[in-house]
């Protein structure tokens, strides 16, 4: 009978480790089950906030598109207004410097 029991015993006991093989193979399946799934998680999350970066982005460089532009505008108007000032008062600006230039005045320094 001691060898029916021993034979018992060790099929329960193969019996054993295929349960814990099979246990084991279902843990490692869900896993990785779940790390898919997670990264699946993350990718749609990182999607979603690129796509919603993008939208504000468009939306906030249009206002920096406008904002140059008129700033562009602002300044080729002032610069065609120096012109014009230039044109009227030019003649009278060129011979002003040349005149101080030409006729110096010199003059000692009181502290000598």
């Known amino acids: ?3 029916q029991n021993s034979a ?5 006991l193969d019996a054993e ?4 093989k099979i ?5 490692t399946k869900r896993v990785k089950d779940a790390r898919t799934e997670a990264q699946k998680e993350i990718d749609e999350y990182r999607k979603q906030k690129e796509d919603e970066f993008k939208k504000f982005e468009k939306e ?3 206002g920096n598109t ?12 002032q610069v065609k207004s120096i012109k014009e000032a230039g044109k009227k008062s030019g003649d ?3 011979e ?11 003059e000692v320094p009181d502290r000598m």
């Open 1 to 3: 009978m001691s060898a």
């Open 8 to 12: 018992g015993i060790q099929t329960l």
């Open 17 to 20: 480790r295929e349960a814990q």
């Open 23 to 27: 246990v084991q193979k279902d843990r």
């Open 60 to 62: 906030h460089s249009s």
């Open 66 to 77: 406008k904002a140059e532009e008129e700033a562009a505008a602002d300044a080729e108007g």
């Open 92 to 94: 009278k600006i060129v």
């Open 96 to 106: 002003g410097l040349l005149r101080v230039v030409m006729e110096v005045q010199p």
